[in-house]
């Protein structure tokens, strides 16, 4: 489970405070280094690490007392705050056009996650009474069309395809027009991804997103990458401004340092969290019931 070693690592730390009547500034001290390997631990960036321990700090030995709240209680919450703080406050929402259809552009790098998101997004929204359309643009990983024809039919969703041998830029196009006349208002396209990010890839992905202009760019990241999937989303986010990013393979990530580094780094936030294989494991990602979950 995502969070496992921080969580009761910052259980045993706030626990300990807890025992205490009055908290010292030497208290909150030692309860801070020990937050602070925690989530170094967890593999949190080292600089958002810093600057959370330093907020946290400030808060908690400048707090006036508060009604009710014991100190160790008060520190809890500012820990929590913060640390919802840290993941985008709040759920952060799909661009939906203002006049139908909208279009999705999903990207990431090769076994992120990106063509199972693309059909699990998809039946998220058909269930709330979307009529979504799956655009097949990955002609370059084998058997990724394919892929996304099974995902579309196990969920009841069309999947648009040209086959391998088009551009993907007019397949993007063509899939377009074809949601457009079949009356389908949520348009996801499934964008190819390479195993490492080069210019190629990136060039493709500047011209779907300036032909197709999409409401919104999502990148897909893998969570068990850990440091690594907050810079692929940095290089991402610089060629492509994207959106949101939908975290995959929360389910088997027991540390949890990319879901806490990537808002803070890139500015922007997680939209979705993969939490399994199945095609209806994906959940809007709430910071507060993550941060919640982590206090306990
Ligand atoms: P793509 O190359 O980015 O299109 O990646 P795929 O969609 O083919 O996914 C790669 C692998 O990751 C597949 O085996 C998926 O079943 C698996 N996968 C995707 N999302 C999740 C998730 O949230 N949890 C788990 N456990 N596996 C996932």
């Known amino acids: 489970m995502v969070f496992e070693g921080l969580a009761s690592k910052l259980q045993d730390t706030l626990d300990k405070l807890k025992s205490k009547g009055r908290l010292t500034e030497k208290d909150v001290d030692t309860a801070m280094r020990e937050v602070k390997m925690a989530l170094l631990e967890a593999d949190v960036n080292f600089r958002v690490v810093k600057d959370f321990i330093k907020k946290v700090k400030e808060r908690a030995i400048g707090q006036d007392v508060m009604g009710s709240l014991t100190p160790a209680q008060q520190v809890i919450k500012i820990v929590n705050e913060e640390l919802t703080e840290l ?19 999903m990207c990431g790098l090769q076994g992120a996650g990106k063509t199972t998101t693309s059909g699990k997004l998809g039946g998220l929204f058909k269930k709330k009474g979307k009529r979504p359309l799956l ?6 990983r084998p058997a990724a069309i394919k892929q996304l024809e099974v995902v579309g039919e196990k969920l009841d969703i069309p999947v648009f395809s040209m086959g391998d041998k088009v551009d993907p830029v007019n397949i993007a196009k063509a899939g377009v027009e074809h949601g457009k ?20 890839l990136m060039d493709e992905l500047g011209n779907i997103k300036s032909e197709v202009q999409p409401q919104e760019i999502l990148l897909v990241v893998d969570s068990m990458t850990g440091q690594d999937a907050v810079s692929v989303a940095e290089t991402f986010d610089e060629k492509l401004d994207v959106n949101g990013v939908v975290l995959t393979k929360l389910d088997g990530d027991a540390r949890g340092g990319a879901a806490l580094s990537i808002k803070a780094v ?5 939209k979705f ?24």
């Open 181 to 200: 006349k079949n009356g389908n208002d949520l348009i996801i396209i499934d964008t190819a991804g390479r195993l490492h990010i080069d210019d190629e």
């Open 266 to 270: 890139t500015g922007k936030p997680i």
């Open 87 to 105: 993941m985008g406050k709040e759920e952060s929402k799909i661009n939906f056009a203002s006049s139908p259809p909208t279009v999705i552009m």
């Open 135 to 140: 655009v097949a643009c990955d002609v370059y």
């Open 273 to 296: 969290i993969g939490m399994g294989e199945k095609l209806d494991q994906l959940e809007v990602f709430y910071p507060e019931r993550m941060s919640s979950r982590i206090l306990g």
